[in-house]
T-cell receptor, first 115, second 115 residues
Framework: ETGVTQSPTHLIKTRGQQVTLRCSSQ?????VSWYQQALGQGPQFIFQ???????GRGNFPPRFSGLQFPNYSSELNVNALELDDSALYLC??????????????FGPGTRLTVL | DQQVKQNSPSLSVQEGRISILNCDYT??????FLWYKKYPAEGPTFLIS?????DKNEDGRFTVFLNKSAKHLSLHIVPSQPGDSAVYFC??????????????FGRGTQLTVWP
């Protein structure tokens, strides 16, 4: 069973640039959630995708956008990067069935630094 | 607004003794609670969960207690081992039985187990 993988591991960008982070779900999972973890904080929910559609969004501006592909992999795109976007970005996958969502399994994260 | 709070940023315990990690929440709609463990350079790993219809759930050395009236849960680790040293996150969800699987996280507690 393949776990959740994310790429790249680390990334350095400058203010105003755009970035795309990628996530491959765990085998058998159909739902992907993205979280931002700033230094010293817990993960904060950005949004969730199910069946290629956004299914819930946290308190993040529209310049944070995402995609889910037919194979359930996902991308997180951030436009017009700001210094405060520097954080660990975590992807989590889970299985959604008739009874609701099972536990979310996290990838190792992408460390984004904005200079 | 932090809906899940872990007020102790760190805890130090001797090997073999009990570790008790605490978590408080404010949202009475939360009905499912989870603990995740996180090692450096890795994503959070699911540890144990509890539904609001229970007040205790046990899995080996790990037990989670839920006090709904006090909006408080705790994770007990007995006996503690040096390998348990990690950051522990408390998380909550308001819809285990439906399809909105957003997790709200606390800021985490760094547990250090010394020999």
């Amino acid at each position: 069973e393949t776990g959740v993988t994310q790429s790249p591991t680390h990334l350095i960008k400058t203010r105003g640039q755009q970035v795309t982070l990628r996530c491959s779900s765990q085998s058998g999972h159909n739902t992907v959630s993205w979280y931002q973890q700033a230094l010293g904080q817990g993960p904060q929910f950005i949004f969730q995708y199910y069946r290629e559609e956004e299914n819930g969004r946290g308190n993040f501006p529209p310049r944070f956008s995402g995609l889910q592909f037919p194979n359930y992999s996902s991308e997180l795109n951030v436009n017009a990067l700001e210094l405060d976007d520097s954080a660990l970005y975590l992807c989590a996958s889970s299985f959604r069935g008739l009874a609701g969502d099972d536990e979310q399994f996290f990838g190792p994260g992408t460390r984004l630094t904005v200079l | 607004d932090q809906q899940v709070k872990q007020n102790s940023p760190s805890l130090s315990v001797q090997e073999g003794r009990i570790s008790i990690l605490n978590c408080d929440y404010t949202n009475s709609m939360f009905d499912y609670f989870l603990w995740y463990k996180k090692y450096p350079a890795e994503g959070p790993t699911f540890l144990i969960s509890i539904s609001s219809i229970k007040d205790k759930n046990e899995d080996g050395r790990f037990t989670v207690f839920l006090n709904k009236s006090a909006k408080h849960l705790s994770l007990h680790i007995v006996p503690s081992q040096p390998g348990d040293s990690a950051v522990y996150f408390c998380a909550a969800s308001e819809s285990r039985g439906s399809t909105l699987g957003r997790l709200y996280f606390g800021r985490g507690t760094q547990l250090t187990v010394w020999p």
